[in-house]
């Protein structure tokens, strides 16, 4: 049977025996989701239509106003919501949004 890449880094994690070595796995791990996180930041700009899920209150669409750690994002009714990038994504549909978002 074929193992996967997921179950190969499960084993080789398992056959360690120091702290050292699990802490620069860790950072390792860490830095590349930090990366990771960097890219897809700098994939948008201040005036983009994006979407994420708001729980509860459903899918919101709306424009990035700005952007740092989270991204400032207003949707319709002039809400402002403060999200993390990793839960903001392009709109998969075309969306209309009312005219003072523009």
Not at 34 to 49: C, H, N, R, V
């Amino acid at each position: 049977m074929k193992t996967t890449l997921i179950q190969e880094i499960t084993e080789k994690i398992n056959q360690i025996q120091s702290d050292e070595e699990y802490t620069a796995i860790y950072n390792a791990l860490k830095a590349k989701r930090e990366y990771m996180m960097q890219i897809k930041t700098l994939s948008f700009a201040i005036g983009d239509q994006v979407m994420f899920d708001a729980g509860r209150k459903g899918i919101i669409y709306g424009i990035v106003t700005n952007i740092k750690k989270n991204f400032k994002i207003k949707s319709e009714g002039n809400v402002s919501w403060n999200v993390h990038p990793s839960f903001v994504k392009k709109p998969d549909k075309e969306v209309k949004l009312i005219p003072a978002f523009k």
